[in-house]
T-cell receptor
Framework: DAKTTQPTSMDCAEGRAANLPCNHSTISGNEYVYWYRQIHSQGPQYIIHGLKNNETNEMASLIITEDRKSSTLILPHATLRDTAVYYCIVRVVRNYGQNFVFGPGTRLSVLP | GAGVSQTPSNKVTEKGKYVELRCDPISGHTALYWYRQSLGQGPEFLIYFQGTGAADDSGLPNDRFFAVRPEGSVSTLKIQRTERGDSAVYLC?????????????FGPGTRLTVL
């Protein structure tokens, strides 16, 4: 299974863009990159996923490098409510299902 | 519609006791997952159901842990002879169960404390 590497923690000023990096150098061609976040005492919340093209939704943008060895999650205008642990996950696909392998994630603190 | 729900939200038990944790997935979702999360760590996969059957139980730590999903909807995670090391947040997730980009939606978790 491909593994991911993320910084342990990051700070971001409220209203600024938060750019969260993730390295997944061993990713294979048919594996997707998913991002989830977990606000204190809640279950993980889905943010976005992608294969090789950049993706954008109402929550965030996902930029994947051309070689797919790394990606960046962008929160364009961070708010205090975006303070959470952000998980970058490479999705293992098997014939009978797919579990997520979570690392320790990046603890993002949005500061006023 | 309603999201994934889990009951109880908190469970305190004594070492050696038996506990059951319940998960109600999103209506219509055929895939259901259980994860366990210890303090300061990411969730750890336990077991995956597709319909009524456990398609992958490779994450269950030992034979004290067992899960069922008899009608393909609600699932129960059962832990026998609980140990202090079983203390964690137990998370349930569900997904539609098909497609390569099948997204999992998580419940709020059950916090289990074994004294």
């Amino acid at each position: 299974d491909a593994k991911t590497t993320q910084p342990t923690s990051m700070d971001c000023a409220e209203g600024r863009a938060a750019n969260l990096p993730c390295n997944h150098s061993t990713i294979s061609g048919n594996e997707y990159v998913y991002w989830y976040r977990q606000i204190h005492s809640q279950g993980p919340q889905y943010i976005i996923h992608g294969l090789k093209n950049n993706e954008t939704n109402e929550m965030a943008s996902l930029i994947i490098t051309e070689d797919r060895k790394s990606s960046t999650l962008i929160l364009p205008h961070a708010t205090l409510r975006d303070t959470a642990v952000y998980y970058c996950i490479v999705r293992v696909v098997r014939n009978y299902g797919q579990n997520f392998v979570f690392g320790p994630g990046t603890r993002l603190s949005v500061l006023p | 519609g309603a999201g994934v729900s889990q009951t109880p939200s908190n469970k305190v038990t004594e070492k050696g006791k038996y506990v059951e944790l319940r998960c109600d997935p999103i209506s219509g979702h055929t895939a259901l997952y259980w994860y366990r999360q210890s303090l300061g760590q990411g969730p750890e996969f336990l077991i995956y159901f597709q319909g009524t059957g456990a398609a992958d139980d490779s994450g269950l730590p030992n034979d004290r842990f067992f899960a069922v999903r008899p009608e393909g909807s609600v699932s129960t995670l059962k832990i026998q002879r609980t140990e202090r090391g079983d203390s964690a947040v137990y998370l349930c997730a569900s997904s539609s169960g098909y497609g390569r980009t099948d997204t999992q939606y998580f419940g709020p978790g059950t916090r289990l404390t074994v004294l």
